[in-house]
């Protein structure tokens, strides 16, 4: 069993920058694909950045990409995410997400790949 716990939402200004948090329960992760995904009002659940289970490699959809940056830390069991030049658009629920034993998958964009999601933190940007 894993759990997924994010935090670090909030409301904002455009312009301004954020940090998420996420927790890992399970020792277990640090061979897991990470990513953090996000669904606004009435949209699907949409792809942000992932980062694979080596830490080497991320990838970042276009609406993010230059703003966003994922990390993990495998000694605190977190995963974060940096948010800068935050904008309207970027209003939404933000979950953290990790996909067991696909470490030779990449990049992992797909939400269905996903075993084990947070239960989501509310980031909303004023204009």
């Known amino acids: 069993q894993v759990q997924l716990v994010e935090s670090g939402g909030g409301l904002v200004q455009a312009g301004d920058s954020l940090r998420l948090l996420c927790v890992i329960s399970n020792r277990a992760w640090n061979r897991y694909n990470m990513g953090w995904f996000r669904q606004a009002p009435g949209k699907e659940r949409e792809f942000v950045t992932a980062i694979d289970w080596s830490g080497n490699s991320s990838h970042y959809s276009e609406s993010v990409k230059g703003r966003f940056t994922i990390s993990r830390d495998y000694a605190k069991d977190t995963v974060s995410l940096q948010m800068g030049s935050l904008k309207s658009e970027d209003t939404a629920v933000y979950y953290c997400?990790?996909?067991?034993?696909?470490?030779?998958?990449?990049?992992?964009?797909?939400?269905?790949?996903?075993?084990?999601w947070g239960q989501g933190t509310q980031v909303t940007v004023s204009s």
């Open positions: 997400a990790a996909a067991q034993d696909k470490e030779n998958r990449w990049p992992l964009v797909d939400p269905t790949e996903y075993d084990f």
